[in-house]
DNA sequence: CATGAATGAGTTTTCATTCAT
DNA sequence: CATGAATGAAAACTCATTCAT
């Protein structure tokens, strides 16, 4: 386990030993406090470490925050992308295809994950989930919930439309989400570590992903595979 | 899909402690530490919780790993699937088609993932592959590797013979990954903490996978999105 | 025996900050402390706490004490009562019994006890002489010591009178005056803290510690205990 | 403030560096725990000087009280002397005059006093009544309420045999009382840090307590105070 | 004068690790 | 082999003190 890469540089500092911030200093101290709890976990993470990278003491984390478990909790909301109108809007716009609705939706949210410090949080709630269940189900609720409404809109429309063919809906909706969680898991965890670079390239990874649900999602000529039985109960 | 099964009652365990074999032990140990890593994440794990769930005491680990850390390795090592040789033979059949194929090779990672332990796995590498590197690319090289080798294999040969179309093979690959990698990761962090019961079945997420997979990969008659430009560098 | 007047609330201090005089801070302050000081202890004290009970801010204390140690003399001392000349004076007091002096004294420093504010300083000194010994030693040189000088006085005329019989004097003399230590210690540490009400009542307490005090010094027709024999060495 | 006095002589112990002393240890804890919150109260006391004098580490205090507060209490419980149905026993003694009963009572808590360990607790108790309400109750009830049980006894006793003259008597009882607690505090407070040993002879001191609340309960040939108008409500 | 944000030394608390039994 | 009491380094947390405003 290596150390932390040192606090931002002393020397590059200009400012007085201390200033009086009580404004800026929350989002300063959340945004180090990200990038600790998304290196460490909840429990590696140390709080000195924090307050090194966020260039304040660490008796300066307990003016803000009452103890580690406040931090953390304020760190996630913080960064939890609390509305996702946009998408339920989306989901509502006349005048434009399914299948370009969808598009629209799946980058859209691809772009919102292309963002460091957002794109840390589903790794984050994952990894913590048991230690903070409340935070589990806040992010369900807030974040996933939602999507998954602008999503399912989107999907009952094309199938009204003869857009898109009829799938169990709940399970095809998890299906077209998992590659960009994992994409985003996969950046923050095993990616920065493997000897020689990815062969997955962003972009195409988004192209590809959006015309294979594209194609599943069109309605077949035949049978996709004729005379198997399928087992759901 | 249910709630993950609680943690093995110690005041259950009715074994006298003379009939343990001291080559189970090691297992024992290992299942103990795979529970309590999964639920609490490295750092946040007490040895005291491993030993009390395993039914030994705190030395006792000392005689079979030498400190916190190589105990995790060998955890992860332990349950990560070691060789995955089957999906290799698997995808050398002959006499069969490479739909088929490929619905055999999703099906049988499912299964395995479907097994409480080993499904934990993912989960544990992605939360702690900052802290230990070297299992990340351990599990990169001995899992992830051999199972796109196979996955690559089968599809190359479904191109070769028509029966799937040309996709940008990588980025392919872990589209038709994610979603099982998601759904263990689900299972051991959010879902055991929601209050109402997820709508999602497995054995219907697993079907609806399959048939998405295989309906992306047919060959289209049409291009998939006219007059789209793509842009991948 | 009422609860304790609890302390001043800050939200009710009505007076715009401007009004308050510089020369009224200090008492203010030293008035915060005591009850701080008393509530917890000197270690237990916050400073925060105290200045917000006197309703200034932290910084502010700094400009009138050098440190907590310094503010904790200021606060005992103040409220020492600095001069027991009263006392002396009494004690020479032509023309009165020597009974009726020492009623007069007892009352005295009763009523004294009675002042919530002073009552506290006993308890103060016997918590913290450990930590303040020199604190100790003053309030046994400011106010124990003349306090006893004026009590032996008034008993040694007594006897020379022959209205008070003979008995040691410095054990009679802490014996007189323990009643009315105690009473203080009480009030300010377990008594608030009882949940019935206590069946001691002040007043009568006063007059039943007068009535023995005197009836114990009254010329006795025998001796005290015949046939005794008193040990000491 | 000074140092605390430095933990028993290390090289005088020959005992290996730790032992299994399960049984031994909670009273060795308790004790050294005892000399430092005398000492510096309950905040001023540190952990490690408790773990110190009791020749143990730091951790060890954690593995038989789960924290500071709880070494507290259980430091002023285990001393606290628990039953005093000696002295109730006593109380219903036959055959024996209320003086005597009495005077048995006054010397018995003296003795108790007496002892280095118990003593200490009264000062205790009032000292941190205000941190610990629960505690200054449990001593109000075991010790306080239990001995005033035995005396009252004894008064009455004495008042319907007509040795004592009747006088409020809860008043009278914490009058009587009184000298012994203040000794007791006093001791552990000022007495060990004035410059001139104290004139007070405990021998001496208990003698004229005795002959001095046996004079003043002995029935009066004239009204104490006569024509004296007495104030009680 | 007064403020209160910021500091950091000092304490409490935790827990991986050791080792006599 | 197994135990679990004991340790002590490391981390969380507190609060007296400072000082730019």
Redesign the interface.
């Known amino acids: 386990?290596s150390a932390l890469p040192s606090p931002p540089d002393p020397a590059a500092r200009t400012e007085p030993r201390w200033q009086r911030r009580k404004d800026a200093r929350p989002a300063e101290l959340l945004t180090a406090a990200l990038e600790v709890f998304?290196?460490?976990?909840?429990?590696?993470a140390r709080l000195e470490d924090i307050a090194a990278r966020a260039g304040v003491s660490k008796g300066t984390l307990y003016l803000y925050y009452a103890n580690k478990e406040e931090l953390f909790k304020a760190t996630v909301r913080e960064h939890v992308v609390p509305s996702l109108t946009a998408a339920e809007d989306l989901a509502r716009t006349e005048g434009v295809s399914a299948s370009q609705l969808l598009e629209w939706l799946l980058r859209g949210w691809f772009e919102r994950l292309g963002d460091a410090k957002v794109s840390a949080i589903p790794?984050l709630?994952?990894?913590?989930?048991?230690?903070f269940?409340e935070l589990?189900?806040f992010?369900?609720t807030e974040v996933v919930s939602r999507f998954r409404k602008a999503h399912r809109m989107i999907l009952e429309r094309g199938v009204a439309t003869g857009e898109f063919r009829a799938?169990?809906i709940?399970?095809?909706m998890?299906?077209m989400?998992?590659?960009m969680?994992?994409?985003s898991?996969?950046r923050h965890?095993?990616l920065?570590?493997?000897?020689q670079p990815s062969?997955?390239?962003p972009?195409?990874?988004l192209?590809?992903?959006?015309?294979?649900?594209?194609?599943?999602?069109?309605p077949?000529?035949l049978p996709?595979?004729p005379g198997k039985k399928?087992?759901?109960?």
Chains 1, 2, 3, 4 share one sequence.
């Open positions: 386990m998304t290196e460490r976990g909840f429990a590696g790794k709630i994952i990894s913590e989930a048991r230690n269940p589990a189900r992010y369900d799938l169990p709940e399970e095809a998890m299906i989400a998992a590659p969680m994992l994409m898991m996969w965890s095993i920065p570590h493997l000897e062969v997955i390239n972009a195409r990874f192209d590809t992903q959006i015309d294979m649900v594209l194609a599943a999602l069109r077949q000529p996709p595979i399928v087992n759901h109960p």
